[in-house]
């Protein structure tokens, strides 16, 4: 439970207030790099932390990100010319580069130094690995970039990123994924022999066991196995300030998943996998292009950055919910598909859940755990302008989440110390999820 302040400084992420600032100090993933596809595309309207921006990519490539409202007057630049190296508003045909320089102003006399004197509010972007980055933050030098395994694998070994659209506050959507309890439950099947795809353990009751770290925090959550004697830890990590890696399944497989706050009521779900094996194929390129194709896929977006990445199945239609499946195969008539079944429950808390309501548990502890060191990490920072240490040291990043077997007693902080590392040298400790 929390207080009603304390929800408010944990989710609210507009500028100004403690966590937008906190969020500021990150280079955040915002959108596919699939969205610019080529030099001097139509800019395209992004919408990051409460704040309305228009983003394009010039001629040589780069990708700007400025704030929609021209400099000038106001008008928006989702309408402007993307031309020679620059976005120019059409209203009066003020033009600006990548980094909200403005280097024409042609309806003002030709000796009139005015443009100089004039910047588009702009951050800087990286584009790596089919996503775009940005950093909105205070610093004239953004600190470095995150060198999560996903960024610094080859172009070619990493998928195409799968994203959704979420109509609640990233806080609520993040807490999924450090909650192991709820895959013995939304994520379960009705029977092992089901061909719908679940989980089906025989211990639903996982023991949590927290380590804090100096990026965030990482748990073990146990669960004694198949097998007697041989306990189940599922490992899974929180970087700060909104990444998650869950339990590793795949021998090959590294990731990271975002959820991005576009507000305080929407979030955008970036889920980056790579392989450490090979390059991705062509045919899995293009399976990963709409992961919700079986569930009605996604909806035709509009210029509003609310509606892309938005799927059929939603909120206002119950997710297309079947309660045949439900009634004979799955926990929920829902298809375990990226995290709809997931969303199902984090939407439908409301747009900001009221956790002065909420009743935890002891597998609630990691959820307890994050709230707190995001809030105490947006007070360190308002109160004595301190920002967490993995702002400025990108390779705290270089983790991997563990999913190990182990007897009873065995620690799974010593066993997994290294496979925790991204460059310890040793191979992904996994162990098959869902069937
Ligand atoms: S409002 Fe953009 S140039 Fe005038
Ligand atoms: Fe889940």
Same mark, same amino acid.
């Given at each position: 439970?929390?207080?009603?302040?304390?929800?408010?400084?944990?989710?609210?992420?507009? &500028?100004?207030? =403690?966590?937008?600032?906190?969020?500021?100090?990150? %280079?955040?993933?915002?959108? +596919?790099? !699939? *969205?610019? #596809?080529?030099?001097?595309?139509?800019?395209?309207?992004?919408?990051?932390?409460?704040?309305?921006?228009?983003?394009?990519?010039?001629?040589?490539?780069?990708?700007?990100?400025?704030?929609?409202?021209?400099?000038?007057?106001?008008?928006?630049?989702?309408?402007?010319?993307?031309?020679?190296?620059?976005?120019?508003?059409?209203?009066?045909?003020?033009?600006?580069?990548?980094?909200?320089?403005?280097?024409?102003?042609?309806?003002?006399?030709?000796?009139?130094?005015?443009?100089?004197?004039?910047?588009? &509010?702009?951050? =800087?972007?990286?584009?790596?690995?089919?996503?775009? %980055?940005?950093?909105?933050? +205070?610093? !004239? *030098?953004? #600190?470095?970039?995150?060198?999560?395994?996903?960024?610094?694998?080859?172009?070619?070994?990493?998928?195409?990123?799968?994203?959704?659209?979420?109509?609640?506050?990233?806080?609520?959507?993040?807490?999924?994924?450090?909650?192991?309890?709820?895959?013995?439950?939304?994520?379960?099947?009705?029977?092992?022999?089901?061909?719908?795809?679940?989980?089906?353990?025989?211990?639903?009751?996982?023991?949590?066991?927290?380590?804090?770290?100096?990026?965030?925090?990482?748990?073990?959550?146990?669960?004694?196995?198949?097998?007697?004697?041989?306990?189940?830890?599922?490992?899974?990590?929180?970087?700060?300030?909104?990444?998650?890696?869950?339990?590793?399944?795949?021998?090959?497989?590294?990731?990271?998943?975002?959820?991005?706050?576009?507000?305080?009521?929407?979030?955008?779900?970036?889920?980056?996998?790579?392989?450490?094996?090979?390059?991705?194929?062509?045919?899995?390129?293009?399976?990963?292009?709409?992961?919700?194709?079986?569930?009605?896929?996604?909806?035709?977006?509009?210029?509003?950055?609310?509606?892309?990445?938005?799927?059929?199945?939603?909120?206002?239609?119950?997710?297309?919910?079947?309660?045949?499946?439900?009634?004979?195969?799955?926990?929920?008539?829902?298809?375990?598909?990226?995290?709809?079944?997931?969303?199902?429950?984090?939407?439908?808390?409301?747009?900001?859940?009221?956790?002065?309501?909420?009743?935890?548990?002891?597998?609630?502890?990691?959820?307890?755990?994050?709230?707190?060191?995001?809030?105490?990490?947006?007070?360190?920072?308002?109160?004595?302008?301190?920002?967490?240490?993995?702002?400025?040291?990108?390779?705290?990043?270089?983790?991997?989440?563990?999913?190990?077997?182990?007897?009873?007693?065995?620690?799974?902080?010593?066993?997994?110390?290294?496979?925790?590392?991204?460059?310890?040298?040793?191979?992904?400790?996994?162990?098959?999820?869902?069937?």
């Amino acid at each position: 439970m929390l207080s009603r302040e304390d929800n408010e400084l944990l989710c609210r992420v507009g &500028r100004g207030t =403690p966590m937008g600032e906190l969020l500021r100090q990150y %280079w955040l993933p915002c959108l +596919p790099s !699939t *969205e610019l #596809p080529g030099p001097d595309g139509p800019p395209k309207k992004v919408r990051l932390l409460g704040e309305d921006l228009v983003a394009f990519r010039d001629t040589q490539g780069r990708v700007g990100l400025v704030a929609e409202n021209c400099p000038h007057r106001g008008a928006s630049l989702f309408f402007g010319r993307n031309e020679d190296c620059g976005l120019r508003c059409v209203y009066h045909g003020w033009k600006f580069d990548v980094t909200g320089r403005c280097v024409d102003m042609p309806n003002e006399p030709a000796e009139s130094l005015f443009k100089d004197k004039v910047r588009a &509010r702009a951050y =800087p972007c990286r584009d790596v690995n089919g996503v775009v %980055w940005t950093y909105m933050g +205070p610093r !004239t *030098e953004a #600190p470095p970039f995150p060198a999560f395994e996903i960024n610094t694998l080859p172009p070619e070994q990493v998928y195409p990123p799968l994203v959704m659209m979420e109509e609640c506050n990233w806080v609520q959507a993040l807490e999924g994924d450090i909650d192991s309890s709820h895959i013995d439950y939304v994520h379960a099947k009705l029977r092992a022999d089901s061909k719908q795809r679940g989980t089906f353990h025989r211990d639903k009751q996982p023991r949590l066991e927290l380590l804090p770290t100096d990026y965030g925090a990482c748990y073990s959550a146990r669960r004694r196995w198949d097998v007697d004697g041989l306990f189940w830890h599922r490992i899974t990590q929180f970087i700060m300030p909104f990444f998650s890696m869950i339990a590793a399944s795949d021998p090959n497989v590294v990731s990271a998943r975002a959820w991005v706050p576009l507000d305080d009521d929407h979030n955008l779900q970036i889920m980056m996998r790579g392989r450490l094996d090979r390059a991705v194929t062509d045919q899995e390129r293009e399976q990963t292009r709409n992961p919700f194709a079986a569930w009605g896929g996604y909806l035709e977006p509009t210029s509003d950055p609310r509606t892309r990445h938005y799927t059929k199945a939603n909120i206002h239609n119950d997710y297309l919910v079947d309660r045949r499946l439900a009634r004979e195969e799955l926990m929920i008539g829902i298809p375990f598909l990226v995290n709809l079944q997931d969303r199902a429950m984090t939407e439908t808390m409301g747009p900001i859940y009221d956790r002065t309501q909420e009743h935890l548990g002891t597998t609630d502890a990691m959820v307890i755990y994050v709230r707190r060191r995001l809030i105490e990490a947006a007070r360190a920072l308002r109160d004595q302008g301190v920002a967490p240490a993995n702002v400025d040291d990108a390779s705290m990043c270089r983790v991997r989440p563990a999913s190990v077997l182990l007897p009873e007693g065995d620690s799974w902080i010593s066993a997994t110390e290294k496979s925790r590392q991204s460059d310890a040298g040793v191979p992904i400790a996994w162990v098959p999820f869902a069937q």
